[in-house]
């Protein structure tokens, strides 16, 4: 398999150093991606990194994750308005934990195979090097023009904050992680995203010029929205890669709820697909786009991926109940876990189980517990066919809420017209 070539007509090629390509056609070429511990798990934004790790092994190469250590006590400043906030130690090492646990998910570390993957941590051979020995076996060998030149330095000074020296420093030490890699393990190739074009040829420089060597890189392109909004970034913010922040649920949400522009992207560089059958379903989504074939697919090996064919299963199964028209029976087969994700993010309503003993009608119990503003509007929306409770549509104003209600002894999930959803909690 040509890895250029697979990257190229999936669109996630950006930048490449001359000879790259024939290095990888001609050996089994150790290539490596830093990954900057600034929290506990990765994001969405994570994965084109970690996809271009798994075609790099696929193709027969040797993959290694970076987490800088090191690297993240300084912070990454390309192209970042201001400095960002340095983590202490027991942060960072507790972030590097979390970020390793999720990279062995996806790459195979079988000690067999003649390219297993392996992670490293640039603290492990830092942690020892002085600022002395720093100026002088890295700093003599890159000048200060040579820094200044690159557009993600530049554009810092010019800014309104300028750069500490700390953050100006950064391009070297990542520089000499390249340096470190190629000398200690081999490294021959660098990659990451387009903003890191800079840090990664101040890297191929230092091994030219200090170990008289030849490195290669390539970054991939930045992804961006078709709608000018951050990719990566949902109403209630990150993406995580990790269940505990981003429910399994809500993540199959995010990629069904794609454009339909962004998911053609979208499906050739998060999925490992050939091109003929994403050319077939990017066909067939045009012929009938109502059917959002595409999202449906990206969203399905996503969240197998990352997450699980059970996970899966059961987003499917979650959406297919606030969505479509599922009976009670399959809300109230949910334990109080897969409750809570599915409807996380819904307006939740706090009464006492005193109130609910009372066994108030439809229109009192809706419109006295903020539902709905007034008893008329309830009445009427009622009257209407417009409100379910737990799935089961309330035939009329006459029908009362009681405790026969609750789900997992505690919730009453009410349904306000097609999407408007309230959970009543029993406390």
């Given at each position: 398999?040509?890895?250029?070539?697979?990257?190229?007509?999936?669109?996630?090629?950006?930048?490449?150093?001359?000879?790259?390509?024939?290095?990888?056609?001609?050996?089994?070429?150790?290539?490596?991606?830093?990954?900057?511990?600034?929290?506990?798990?990765?994001h969405?934004?994570?994965?084109?990194?970690?996809?271009?790790?798994?075609?790099?092994?696929?193709?027969?190469?040797?993959?290694?994750?970076?987490?800088?250590?090191?690297?993240?006590?300084?912070?990454?400043?390309?192209?970042?308005?201001?400095?960002r906030?340095?983590?202490?130690?027991?942060?960072?090492?507790?972030?590097?934990?979390?970020?390793?646990?999720?990279?062995e998910?996806?790459?195979?570390?079988?000690?067999?195979?003649?390219?297993?993957?392996?992670?490293?941590?640039?603290?492990?051979?830092?942690?020892?090097f002085?600022?002395?020995?720093?100026?002088?076996?890295?700093?003599?060998?890159?000048?200060?023009?040579?820094?200044?030149?690159?557009?993600?330095?530049?554009?810092?000074?010019?800014?309104?904050?300028?750069?500490?020296?700390?953050?100006?420093?950064y391009?070297l030490?990542?520089?000499?992680?390249?340096?470190?890699?190629?000398?200690?393990?081999?490294?021959?190739?660098?990659?990451?995203?387009?903003?890191?074009?800079?840090?990664?040829?101040?890297?191929?420089?230092?091994?030219?010029?200090?170990?008289g060597?030849?490195?290669?890189?390539?970054?991939?392109?930045?992804?961006?929205?078709?709608?000018?909004?951050?990719?990566?970034?949902?109403?209630?913010?990150?993406?995580?890669?990790?269940?505990?922040?981003?429910?399994?649920?809500?993540?199959?949400?995010?990629?069904?709820?794609?454009?339909?522009?962004?998911?053609?992207?979208?499906?050739?560089i998060?999925?490992?697909?050939?091109?003929?059958?994403?050319?077939?379903?990017?066909?067939?989504?045009a012929?009938?786009?109502?059917?959002?074939?595409?999202?449906?697919?990206?969203?399905?090996?996503?969240?197998?991926?990352?997450?699980?064919?059970?996970d899966?299963?059961?987003?499917v199964?979650?959406?297919?109940?606030?969505?479509?028209?599922?009976?009670?029976?399959?809300?109230?087969?949910?334990?109080?876990?897969?409750?809570?994700?599915?409807?996380?993010?819904?307006?939740?309503?706090?009464?006492?189980?005193?109130?609910?003993?009372?066994?108030?009608?439809?229109?009192?119990?809706?419109?006295?517990?903020?539902?709905?503003?007034s008893k008329?509007?309830?009445?009427?929306?009622?009257?209407?066919?417009?409100?379910?409770?737990?799935?089961?549509?309330?035939?009329?104003?006459?029908?009362?809420?009681?405790?026969?209600?609750?789900?997992?002894?505690?919730?009453?999930?009410?349904?306000?017209?097609?999407?408007?959803?309230y959970?009543?909690?029993?406390?």
């Amino acid at each position: 398999m040509n890895l250029i070539e697979e990257l190229r007509w999936r669109g996630m090629l950006q930048d490449i150093m001359p000879g790259t390509e024939e290095q990888l056609q001609q050996e089994m070429t150790i290539g490596y991606i830093g990954f900057d511990p600034t929290a506990d798990s990765l994001h969405i934004g994570s994965l084109v990194p970690i996809i271009l790790l798994v075609h790099l092994q696929k193709a027969g190469h040797k993959p290694i994750a970076l987490v800088g250590g090191a690297t993240g006590m300084v912070g990454d400043p390309s192209f970042k308005a201001e400095e960002r906030k340095m983590l202490d130690e027991i942060t960072l090492q507790h972030n590097q934990a979390g970020i390793r646990a999720q990279l062995e998910r996806f790459l195979d570390f079988n000690p067999s195979l003649p390219n297993a993957a392996e992670i490293v941590n640039n603290f492990d051979w830092f942690k020892s090097f002085t600022f002395l020995d720093f100026i002088r076996e890295v700093g003599k060998h890159i000048t200060v023009n040579y820094m200044m030149s690159k557009d993600s330095v530049r554009k810092r000074l010019e800014g309104d904050n300028g750069m500490s020296f700390t953050e100006f420093t950064y391009q070297l030490i990542q520089g000499y992680d390249f340096f470190h890699l190629f000398t200690d393990k081999k490294v021959k190739l660098q990659m990451g995203g387009s903003d890191q074009w800079g840090n990664i040829v101040t890297g191929t420089e230092l091994i030219r010029r200090k170990a008289g060597g030849e490195a290669f890189a390539f970054t991939c392109k930045l992804l961006t929205k078709s709608d000018g909004s951050k990719f990566g970034k949902s109403e209630g913010g990150n993406v995580w890669l990790d269940r505990n922040k981003t429910s399994p649920y809500k993540f199959y949400q995010y990629w069904l709820n794609c454009a339909d522009e962004d998911a053609a992207r979208f499906i050739k560089i998060f999925t490992f697909l050939d091109q003929p059958t994403i050319n077939a379903l990017i066909d067939k989504h045009a012929g009938e786009p109502h059917l959002r074939l595409l999202q449906k697919e990206l969203a399905r090996l996503l969240t197998i991926f990352v997450h699980s064919e059970s996970d899966y299963e059961f987003a499917v199964k979650a959406s297919e109940m606030l969505f479509g028209n599922n009976t009670a029976d399959m809300l109230r087969s949910l334990d109080e876990r897969q409750l809570l994700e599915v409807l996380d993010g819904v307006d939740q309503v706090k009464i006492t189980r005193a109130a609910l003993a009372e066994a108030k009608d439809i229109v009192s119990f809706t419109a006295d517990n903020g539902i709905f503003p007034s008893k008329s509007e309830a009445r009427k929306m009622v009257q209407n066919g417009g409100v379910s409770i737990n799935k089961q549509k309330v035939e009329g104003i006459d029908a009362t809420v009681n405790e026969q209600h609750l789900l997992n002894e505690k919730y009453i999930l009410v349904q306000k017209g097609k999407r408007n959803y309230y959970l009543v909690v029993v406390q």
